[in-house]
């Protein structure tokens, strides 16, 4: 190569070289400091091109003056205002950058300090938080994120609280939270649907409650208006948790007409023993909130896999006929409800998961069609005995504590006569194979990369059902537990959906 050659190809590199170079410095400008730094540099490169030459005093002299400027400016920040020079802090690591707002934000700077906020301290404690906590530096919410996103959730607030009991319009109570739950074991179980004296009776303070009632009563009769809010302390020994005091705050439920419906009474807890609470409130929340977060991704999954609609049809195959009256327990989000529908049965569906039951609602095909009972397939006491011609179970006896005990519950539900169709794991079952058709299935569709995450939200919870839940009694157990219940077994499918499971038809015995 000629050097004539070679000086013209490094030209335009060079000249690449000296652009990319220029762009970095200017790209690191992102806090005044880096900014004062910048032209100093920049004042001093001048300074000295131009001190070189002859005859420009005084270009040389402002140049001078620039320097004198730019280092009182920063001698006074330094002193009077450190943090004006750090700029935007780093981005925590904990979060994803935030993405570019669509359009000009009507909110102010987050990290702005508010106009009520005196202490500067309080500022740069927000400031250090920031570096650390996720979330910290992403966009600011929408000013509708409350009506949009938040409002049409917010009745599970209370269902993941403090200990939570409802009533309707007069004083009967229909249900209540975990946590209640779980304080209350020894009673909540008949509590549903029985008026609240049978809650207060079983106080401690039970007579001064009785007295606050009274009380109530006269000034809704007198004034034919209920209270608005209702508060009074409550005091309960727990077998468990030794003596528990709270503060009662009962508070209307009204619809959007204004028409009172009902009564939320959270239990906010003054004294417990919260070593021995905090562990099963934690858990038992975790479970019911891990079912609710399912709900969606199983039924996003699983109404598409043909062997889950043959299984609910092996199932509710152990109905003689149509227009019957139907049991769906554990209903969970309408599946099963709805092949009873199609194929003519009346359904009343019972389940008490508060994810599931949202996803239920929001089917339109299920809408008006069916009665639905938010309770326990375990405690169905409200029901009354010998209503039902069938009863069907699909994947939920597993999860049950006493099998035996909700067999026994059903037969009581059961007309004479009346058939039972389940299917539940056992001691044999892996699912393993069930979980990798699912996946071929998907693959298969082209809707894996679409529903990979519901994949393997399914696929996490269903390994935890097997390792905990899902193998505790063998196949012969379940049908000891059927005939100690009073049934008789008329038929056994040893395995089906992928031997994930057993599926057994029985009837209630006439005599």
Known sequence: MSTESASTTAEPVAKIGSSRWFAEIIGAVNKP?????LVTL????????FNKGEG???IVNSLIIVQVVILAIVTYLTVRHPESLAGQSRASPLAEPAPAPESESALEDPDKMPSTAQDSGLFKRVQQLNEDIYGARATPPNLDCWYRDLQPTLHQA???????YFLDHDLYIVDYNPAFEIIFRRSAGYLRGRHVNWFIAQLQNHQQVHEHGREFTERVANANVFPLIDMEPIVYDSPDYGRIEFTKIA???????GKLKGWAVALVLKQIAWDKFEGKLGEKLRQDKLWSVYSASYDRILTSFPPYCKLIAEVIDVLPATDLLVADLGAGTGNVTAALLERGQRVVAIENNVGMLDRFRSKSRLSGSVTVIKDTIEDCERLKEGIFDGVVMVNVL????????????????????GTLGFSTTHRETSLTELLDAIKTHLRTNGTFETLA???LTLYKLNREIEHTIALRWTR?????????AGFEITRVLPSTYHNAVMVVHARKKST
């Open 33 to 37: 400091i880096s900014f004062y730094v």
């Open 42 to 49: 920049v004042d001093l490169l001048l300074l000295i091109y």
């Open 56 to 58: 420009q005093p005084h």
């Open 158 to 164: 209370s269902f993941y609280t403090v200990p939570t």
């Open 251 to 257: 508070s209307q439920l009204h619809d959007s007409d």
């Open 398 to 417: 597993y999860a049950v504590e006493d099998p035996l005990s909700c067999l026994r519950q059903v037969h009581r539900l059961l007309k004479p006569g």
């Open 453 to 455: 995450s519901d994949y």
């Open 476 to 484: 012969d157990q379940y049908q000891e537990f059927l005939r100690a």
